[in-house]
């Protein structure tokens, strides 16, 4: 009598057959335990085979789950692979206009999902919350979040109206970062550690580095073999970054005076 002794009393005839027949995955001891278990129980030739025909119906149950779990596996690294391969900008045979469209769909497509995650609580709280009171300033501070995925996918579906969009916020974006340069030119830290806090320096050459990156992307998307893919005018280019502009700068012109 061994430890499994009385484990295996409970167990079917397939379920023994199959210890003896794997006999290399169990403890010398069970596989022994299970002999002498199918022996005391004195099989006929009918319960033996019918044990077999079990044991295989198992197996075959089994591989069937395998396979289906294997192809699942294959339908979804084969979705992912065709994902990635319609954004992915570095592949070869690829012409450049193509390549600046992905990477800048790439880019921006992990600004917007940063931007949302970074703003996430006060956007629960403006949406959720009975004190929170929609004005014009605070539109103005959604406004990217808001844009910004939208333009983003449209560019990425090779829409007009992605194009126009993504102009928008990247002229959007560019124009603060000049006024904050020559606002910030030449401050010296206050001194006070309350102020500083609330108010801190920052170096003018962050705010030309913004405008290099927003003021750069929308030159690149503005070159003829990009704009030519939206089917982009140059009229249409002086319009959507002119009113922009003029829409920035009365909102601006609007807090100051």
């Known amino acids: ?27 010398p001891i069970a596989v022994e335990t299970a002999k002498t278990e199918i022996d005391s129980r004195e099989l006929s030739t009918e319960e033996l085979n019918q044990a077999k025909i079990d044991i295989n119906e198992q197996q075959g149950k089994k591989k069937l789950e395998i396979e289906k779990r294997k192809r699942q596996e294959e339908k979804i690294k084969k979705g992912a692979s065709t994902l990635f391969e319609t954004i992915n900008p570095i592949q070869n045979g690829i012409q450049t206009p193509e ?27 403006m949406f959720t919350d009975s004190g929170g009171k929609w004005d014009l300033s605070m539109v103005e501070y959604f406004f990217p979040l808001i844009i910004l995925p939208l333009a ?12 126009v969009l993504l102009s928008v916020f990247l002229t959007y974006s560019a124009i603060p970062a000049i006024g904050l ?18 108010f801190p320096t920052v170096s003018p050459i962050t705010y030309i580095m913004t405008l290099i990156f927003f003021g750069g992307t929308l030159w690149l998307i503005c070159k003829e073999n990009i704009r030519n893919i939206y089917k982009i ?10 009113l922009t502009i003029a829409v920035n700068v009365i909102y601006i012109y609007s807090i100051i005076g």
Do not use: C, H
Not at 5 to 27: F, G, P, Q, R, W
Not at 152 to 163: A, E, H, Q, V
């Open 1 to 27: 009598m061994t430890e499994f002794t009385e484990l295996y009393k409970k167990l079917s005839n397939s379920e023994l057959l199959k210890i003896v027949a794997e006999s290399d995955k169990y403890n």
């Open 99 to 125: 390549k600046i469209i992905r990477l800048t769909t790439l880019i921006f497509a992990g600004i917007a999902v940063y931007r949302i995650f970074k703003e996430f609580g006060m956007l629960s709280y």
């Open 152 to 163: 983003t996918f449209l560019f990425w579906k090779r829409k007009k109206s992605g194009w």
């Open 181 to 198: 340069f020559f606002m910030n030119l030449g401050r010296e830290p206050s001194g006070i550690l309350a102020l500083e806090s609330l």
């Open 233 to 242: 005018s140059k009229q249409t280019i002086f319009a959507t970054i002119g």
